[in-house]
């Protein structure tokens, strides 16, 4: 109990001179202010990104989305010429016979997975161009 005195004592001695001076509202405030007003364009720029990147998903599930719709009208069609495709061809090795409905479907896929990626990119670079 007394040494916790003793340091009590210590400690006031320390900071028992110390009296900070107040600074003065009006300048805390334009401080304040002027800071703020810093950050108001980049927040307005992240909005605009926020914005585009917004569209460029849509625009990429659209475009997603009607790929499929596409290729399910035209599935019968597909199938029809890989079988045709997979019976005609003699001199293709065997396994490519074997696996061609599944290289033909990654095709596919591979296809349309470009085709979002693209739309995607071409949204970004689209809406850089007209917000600036």
Do not use: C
């Not at 849509?58 to 989305?65: I, K, M, Q, S």
């Not at 029809?80 to 396994?95: M, N, V």
């Amino acid at each position: 109990m007394i040494m916790k005195n003793i340091e009590e004592e210590k400690f006031n001695a320390l900071f028992g001179d110390f009296n900070p001076e107040m600074k003065s509202d009006g300048l805390f405030m334009s401080r304040l202010e002027n800071k703020l007003a810093t950050l108001e364009p980049v927040k307005s720029q992240i909005e605009k990104t926020h914005r585009r990147n917004r569209l460029a998903v849509t625009v990429a599930a659209v475009t997603g989305f009607m790929f499929g719709i596409i290729v399910a009208i035209f599935y019968p069609y597909i199938e029809a010429f890989i079988s045709k495709l997979s019976s005609s061809a003699t001199s293709l090795p065997s396994w490519i016979v074997e696996y061609a409905t599944s290289l033909t479907w990654g095709v596919v896929g591979i296809l349309g997975l470009t085709l979002i990626f693209s739309a995607y990119d071409i949204t970004l670079i689209a809406t850089r161009r007209t917000v600036k």
